[in-house]
């Protein structure tokens, strides 16, 4: 096969896989797995890439055990994979780690001589209830959450159907790659808690070229098919905060307890009352307080999750300290005691000018039938624990880069009634594929 004739090939290879892209989406979202549970999901890609030639890690080989946060409990784990056999997961398909919580893979193609191209698709759901109302696709096709309580109402479930086609694509091509392809399947995105744990085990050491990419909704600053850049996502720190008082009864001998409830009601009124930061965006949150046993008894310990957010990761720094700072001093003040566990973490992102312009050109050039958005490095929204992915690489001298592809959305994301246009599939494989492939060519 010529160069030239590569860019119409993985068009034409991406848009015959569209059917079967569709059928592994919908494969995942029908069985959607929360942080370091992704079990089913990732024997699904390990078996797909090892089909095609790939060498896979799997287990404790993707992820440091030590750098891992946000881990479910030993028996959320275990009850979770009894699920997934219930499901119809093969046992043999599951590796011994892998039962154990340790999920995500790694793909990696080598190919000769040349740099390493490094390409990330997250994998893990939500927990929430989806949307059971017969005009919302997933319910009316089949395809809806079989599992109570999660669903992927953010497109990763699209993601790794979108690294599988990359994979197939870029195995079909690889007597025309000069150099490594390194695709990183990543469990734990939601909450922020799966990128370090990838980063601290060496992943990210020798890639030369990252890329990373989010389905999104058509909006005014994305209005073509490709945002081939991003930056600006807020960095950001998560805490699962737990005070211990002393119980006492609350009418008889009050003076004998130490109110834990107090001490979280204390930190909460002041998180939210921390100045906010000069140098740009910050943030602060408590999602959930839980305490207390009955109205008669000084309650002994309560439970509080919380995040701050900032605009750059010294801003972010900055909110964290501040909120370790108070959640301590009110403690203090009710005479309990406080731990903070840290739950998630994402740092300040930005793309490489040079990269998107390079990618850019590749869109033009090689699939013109895609648009570009007019504005080619959109400013992020939220935070994305890719961030320290990218800050990996390009700390070590390499480019990274944060695409998205457009695509209508039949409901927002992290909504119960989230969906979106599966033809974004193909396109993303497009666009992934040519882009790797003009790097390795």
Same mark, same amino acid.
């Given at each position: 096969?010529?160069?030239?004739?590569?860019?119409?090939?993985? +068009?034409?290879?991406?848009?015959?896989?569209? #059917?079967?892209?569709?059928?592994?989406?919908?494969?995942?979202?029908?069985?959607?797995?929360?942080?370091?549970?992704?079990?089913?999901?990732?024997?699904?890609?390990? &078996?797909?890439?090892?089909?095609?030639?790939?060498?896979?890690?799997?287990?404790?080989?993707?992820?440091?055990?030590?750098?891992?946060?946000?881990?479910? +409990?030993?028996?959320?784990?275990?009850?979770?994979?009894?699920?997934?056999?219930?499901?119809?997961?093969?046992?043999?398909?599951?590796? #011994?780690?892998?039962?154990?919580? !340790?999920?995500?893979?790694?793909?990696?193609?080598?190919?000769? +001589?040349?740099?390493?191209?490094?390409?990330?698709?997250?994998?893990?759901?939500? @927990?929430?209830?989806?949307?059971?109302?017969?005009?919302?696709?997933?319910?009316?096709?089949?395809?809806?959450?079989?599992?109570?309580?999660?669903?992927?109402?953010?497109?990763?479930?699209?993601?790794?159907?979108?690294?599988?086609?990359?994979?197939?694509?870029?195995?079909?091509?690889?007597?025309?790659?000069?150099?490594?392809?390194?695709?990183? !399947?990543?469990?734990?995105?939601?909450?922020?808690?799966?990128?370090?744990?990838?980063?601290?085990?060496?992943?990210?050491?020798?890639?030369?070229?990252?890329?990373? +990419?989010?389905?999104?909704?058509?909006?005014?600053?994305?209005?073509?098919?490709?945002? #081939?850049?991003?930056?600006?996502?807020?960095?950001?720190? &998560?805490?699962?905060?737990? !005070?211990?008082?002393?119980?006492?009864? =609350?009418?008889?001998?009050?003076? /004998?307890?130490?109110?834990?409830?107090?001490?979280? %009601?204390?930190?909460?009124?002041?998180?939210?009352?921390?100045?906010?930061?000069?140098?740009?965006?910050?943030?602060?949150?408590?999602?959930?307080?839980?305490?207390?046993?009955?109205?008669?008894?000084?309650?002994?310990?309560?439970?509080?999750?919380?995040?701050?957010?900032?605009?750059?990761?010294?801003?972010?720094?900055?909110?964290?300290?501040?909120?370790?700072?108070?959640?301590? @001093?009110? =403690?203090?003040?009710? @005479? %309990?005691?406080?731990?903070?566990? &840290?739950?998630?973490?994402?740092?300040?992102?930005?793309?490489?000018?040079?990269? *998107?312009?390079? *990618?850019?050109?590749?869109?033009?050039?090689?699939?013109?039938?895609?648009?570009?958005?007019? *504005?080619?490095?959109?400013?992020?929204? @939220?935070?994305?624990? *890719?961030?320290?992915?990218? /800050?990996?690489?390009?700390? $070590?001298?390499?480019?990274?880069?944060?695409?998205?592809?457009?695509?209508?959305?039949?409901?927002?994301?992290?909504?119960?009634?989230?969906?979106?246009?599966?033809?974004?599939?193909?396109?993303?494989? $497009?666009? !992934?594929?040519?882009?790797?492939?003009?790097?390795?060519?």
């Amino acid at each position: 096969m010529e160069n030239h004739i590569i860019p119409s090939y993985i +068009s034409q290879t991406a848009s015959e896989l569209e #059917p079967w892209l569709i059928h592994i989406r919908r494969e995942i979202h029908r069985f959607p797995e929360t942080g370091w549970l992704e079990m089913r999901t990732s024997a699904m890609i390990a &078996k797909e890439l090892r089909a095609l030639g790939y060498e896979v890690l799997t287990g404790r080989a993707v992820c440091k055990e030590a750098a891992r946060m946000g881990v479910p +409990s030993p028996q959320e784990t275990q009850a979770h994979l009894q699920r997934a056999l219930a499901f119809g997961l093969p046992e043999e398909e599951l590796t #011994p780690d892998m039962r154990e919580g !340790f999920t995500g893979v790694i793909g990696i193609l080598r190919c000769g +001589s040349g740099p390493t191209v490094g390409l990330r698709f997250d994998i893990d759901a939500l @927990g929430m209830q989806e949307c059971a109302d017969a005009d919302h696709k997933p319910a009316r096709e089949g395809f809806a959450s079989a599992i109570p309580g999660k669903m992927h109402a953010c497109g990763h479930d699209g993601h790794a159907a979108i690294g599988l086609g990359v994979a197939k694509v870029l195995a079909a091509i690889r007597e025309h790659l000069h150099g490594t392809v390194k695709l990183l !399947f990543q469990p734990g995105e939601e909450g922020a808690r799966g990128a370090r744990a990838m980063v601290a085990a060496g992943h990210l050491d020798d890639v030369s070229v990252f890329i990373g +990419s989010h389905i999104a909704p058509t909006g005014s600053l994305d209005d073509g098919d490709v945002t #081939p850049g991003t930056y600006g996502s807020l960095a950001t720190t &998560k805490y699962d905060v737990i !005070f211990s008082g002393k119980a006492a009864h =609350a009418g008889g001998h009050p003076e /004998n307890g130490s109110n834990a409830l107090i001490a979280a %009601c204390t930190a909460a009124l002041n998180l939210h009352a921390i100045p906010r930061h000069s140098g740009g965006q910050s943030r602060v949150n408590v999602g959930t307080l839980r305490a207390g046993t009955g109205r008669n008894v000084i309650p002994d310990r309560a439970v509080m999750e919380l995040e701050v957010r900032g605009e750059t990761t010294d801003i972010n720094v900055f909110m964290a300290r501040s909120a370790v700072a108070v959640c301590e @001093g009110a =403690a203090n003040m009710q @005479g %309990c005691t406080v731990e903070m566990i &840290k739950m998630g973490e994402a740092e300040g992102q930005h793309s490489d000018l040079s990269l *998107i312009e390079r *990618i850019a050109g590749v869109v033009k050039r090689d699939l013109p039938d895609l648009t570009l958005s007019s *504005i080619q490095n959109a400013q992020n929204w @939220g935070s994305e624990d *890719i961030s320290i992915m990218m /800050n990996r690489v390009q700390a $070590r001298g390499g480019l990274a880069t944060y695409m998205r592809v457009m695509t209508p959305m039949a409901g927002a994301q992290h909504t119960v009634r989230f969906d979106f246009d599966e033809q974004v599939l193909s396109r993303s494989v $497009r666009v !992934f594929c040519a882009a790797a492939a003009d790097i390795l060519k």
